[in-house]
C-alpha cells in the first residue's frame, strides 16, 4: 500500500471481472511506537504516513475513476477514534487518522451528484495484531493494551462494514464511532 507503482500495477493487473470494484474498504494501516514527538523515529513516522494517508489515496484514486464512469459504488475507509481525539505519544498516528477522516469528508463533497457512497467506520480498541505491530514485535507490550477489559474484535468491525455496505443505495452512513463498553474516550478506559 505504501508502494504508489506497486498499488497502481497491482489494481491494473486484476482479473477482468474484478477490475469493476463496487465495494472499496480501505483498512491498510499501521501505527508504530508510542513516542513524545520530539523523540519520534522518522522512519516511524514515514512508515504510518505512506500507509495510513498515501495508501489509502493510491487505492482510492486509482478505484473512484471507474466507480464514476459506472455510476455506482461505496467506499468505506478504516478510520479510528484516534483521528476524533489526540492522545499523548500518539501525535503522528493521530494526525494520520485525522487525514483520513478529512480524505474521507473531502471525497463526499468530490462525489456529491454522484451515486457513490463514501463512509468511515472509526475504532478504539480492536484486538488484532495492532499493538503487535506498533511496538515492534513486542508481544508483552501489546498484550498489555487489552489487558484487564474486553476490546472489540475484528469480527465486529467486519459486522460494522457489512452494515454500512447492505444499506439501501439512497442510504449514506457518512461515519460511526465504535467502542468497546470498557472504553470512554481515546485514552479513558476501565480495567478490571
Given amino acids: 500500500m505504501r508502494d504508489r507503482d506497486g498499488v497502481m500495477s497491482q489494481l491494473t493487473q486484476l482479473p477482468v471481472d474484478w477490475q469493476g ?5 480501505n483498512n491498510a494501516g499501521l501505527s508504530r511506537g508510542l513516542d513524545k514527538l520530539q523523540e519520534g523515529d522518522l522512519d516511524d513516522w514515514e512508515e504510518m504516513i505512506d500507509a495510513n494517508v498515501k495508501g ?12 464514476v464512469e459506472r455510476q455506482g459504488g461505496h467506499i468505506i475507509n478504516i478510520g479510528s477514534i484516534a483521528g476524533r481525539h ?27 451528484g454522484t451515486p457513490i457512497r463514501v463512509s468511515e467506520i472509526d475504532p478504539g480498541l480492536v484486538e488484532t495484531e495492532f499493538s503487535e505491530v506498533r511496538f515492534h514485535g513486542d508481544r508483552q507490550r501489546a498484550s498489555e493494551t487489552y489487558h484487564g477489559l474486553t476490546p472489540l474484535t475484528g469480527e465486529d468491525i467486519a459486522d460494522l462494514v457489512w452494515f454500512c455496505a447492505s444499506r439501501p443505495n439512497h442510504v449514506n452512513i457518512s461515519e460511526m464511532l465504535v467502542v468497546p463498553t470498557d472504553q470512554a474516550t481515546a485514552t479513558q478506559v476501565y480495567r478490571r
Avoid at 86 to 107: D, E, F, M, W
Fill in 86 to 112: 489526540a492522545y499523548p505519544r500518539g501525535n503522528v498516528y493521530c494526525a494520520s487518522k485525522a487525514a483520513v477522516r478529512a480524505i474521507t469528508q473531502g471525497l463526499k463533497q468530490d462525489l456529491l
Fill in 21 to 25: 470494484v463496487d465495494i472499496l474498504v
Fill in 56 to 67: 489509502l489515496l493510491y487505492v482510492t484514486r486509482a478505484i473512484v475513476p471507474g466507480m
